[in-house]
T-cell receptor, first 114, second 113 residues
Framework: AQSVAQPEDQVNVAEGNPLTVKCTYSVSGNPYLFWYVQYPNRGLQFLLKYITGDNLVKGSYGFEAEFNKSQTSFHLKKPSALVSDSALYFCAVRDVRGYQKVTFGTGTKLQVIP | DGGITQSPKYLFRKEGQNVTLSCEQNLNHDAMYWYRQDPGQGLRLIYYSQIVNDFQKGDIAEGYSVSREKKESFPLTVTSAQKNPTAFYLC????????????FGPGTRLTVT
């Protein structure tokens, strides 16, 4: 069985400071990893994904994530937070062995304080 | 939200009534999914379909039914057997070519009283 853990329900950061949203995963084979963002009463929007190759993945809106296989982590980062980054962030994992089911974490609410 | 439409955005029903939520995509994706979102629980998979005329139960399929008669459409019926149907429902689609990153619709908020 595959699983995702987002250990923080909420992360608060001051505008202009760097932000990190944590994610750890468990999967039998090799993982495909994803980050999505959700604004209130909206669907999820894709931010970035790790499939293979460089462990540092760059995505939309200045976000990036680092894949760490030994720690089974895929933390989301941004060098300088904006108030408009305030939203709900979801990490997700899928096994690369062709089975399309994706497992989502419970989400982390990011609050950027002006 | 581009490429996937869900209707209606808000839906109200009386307890004991079946209700069908619409999901249409024009992305030519093979796979489609239905998720339920409740506060603090993330997204839980209800049903998914990899190809037309085929679908599989997800983690919380009881009280729900689906059909996949066309590639573009994957309607979800919430039956009276679903014990706690009030939730935010999200439809998504994906394709093998993009490692099945999922494209989501805007969601339908169902309230049953």
């Amino acid at each position: 069985a595959q699983s995702v853990a987002q250990p923080e329900d909420q992360v608060n950061v001051a505008e202009g400071n760097p932000l990190t949203v944590k994610c750890t995963y468990s999967v039998s084979g090799n993982p495909y990893l994803f980050w999505y963002v959700q604004y209130p009463n909206r669907g999820l929007q894709f931010l970035l994904k790790y499939i293979t190759g460089d462990n540092l993945v760059k995505g939309s809106y200045g976000f990036e994530a680092e894949f760490n296989k030994s720690q089974t982590s895929f933390h989301l980062k941004k060098p300088s937070a904006l108030v408009s980054d305030s939203a709900l962030y979801f990490c997700a994992v899928r096994d690369v062995r062709g089975y399309q089911k994706v497992t989502f974490g419970t989400g982390t609410k990011l609050q950027v304080i002006p | 939200d581009g490429g996937i439409t869900q209707s209606p955005k808000y839906l109200f029903r009386k307890e004991g009534q079946n209700v069908t939520l619409s999901c249409e995509q024009n992305l030519n994706h093979d796979a489609m999914y239905w998720y339920r979102q409740d506060p603090g629980q993330g997204l839980r998979l209800i049903y998914y379909s990899q190809i037309v005329n085929d679908f599989q139960k997800g983690d919380i399929a009881e009280g729900y039914s689906v059909s996949r008669e066309k590639k573009e459409s994957f309607p979800l019926t919430v039956t009276s057997a679903q014990k706690n149907p009030t939730a935010f429902y999200l439809c998504a689609s994906s394709n093998r070519a993009t490692a099945h990153e999922q494209y989501f619709g805007p969601g339908t908020r169902l309230t049953v009283t």
